[in-house]
């Protein structure tokens, strides 16, 4: 059974930063794409970062140079590294993964962004 379980979000001021981890179980983050993604208040969710299985990575334009998305064999995860964060960096952050011909999503994780 594939399970994404989110950590690391929180409450920060404008211009800190915050590191999300994305624990996987049920598949190895190795061998399969995975993302994060972002929905604030009153908006559709959107990609924000993803790294496919052989290691490339895309980010929206709105993070590039600020976000990184990596990828922890080791521990199973995938982390979000988020540096220079603002105001329109607050949103809840899922995991996503496809396979087995279904998205899965984790919980999410808050972050806010105070200014």
């Known amino acids: 059974q594939v399970q994404l379980v989110e950590s690391g979000g929180g409450l920060v001021q404008a211009g800190g930063s915050l590191r999300l981890s994305c624990a996987a179980s049920?598949?190895?983050?190795?061998?399969?794409?995975m993302g994060w993604y972002r929905q604030a208040p009153g908006k559709p969710r959107e990609l924000v970062a993803a790294i496919t299985r052989g290691g490339s990575t895309t980010y929206a334009d709105s993070v590039k140079g600020r976000f990184t998305i990596s990828r922890d064999s080791a521990n199973n995860t995938v982390n979000l590294l988020m540096n220079s964060l603002n105001s329109e960096d607050t949103a809840d952050y899922y995991c996503?993964?496809?396979?087995?011909?279904?998205?899965?999503w984790g919980q999410g994780t808050q972050v806010t962004v105070s200014s």
């Open positions: 049920g598949i190895s983050v190795s061998f399969i794409s």
């Open positions: 996503n993964t496809n396979t087995l011909h279904r998205p899965y």
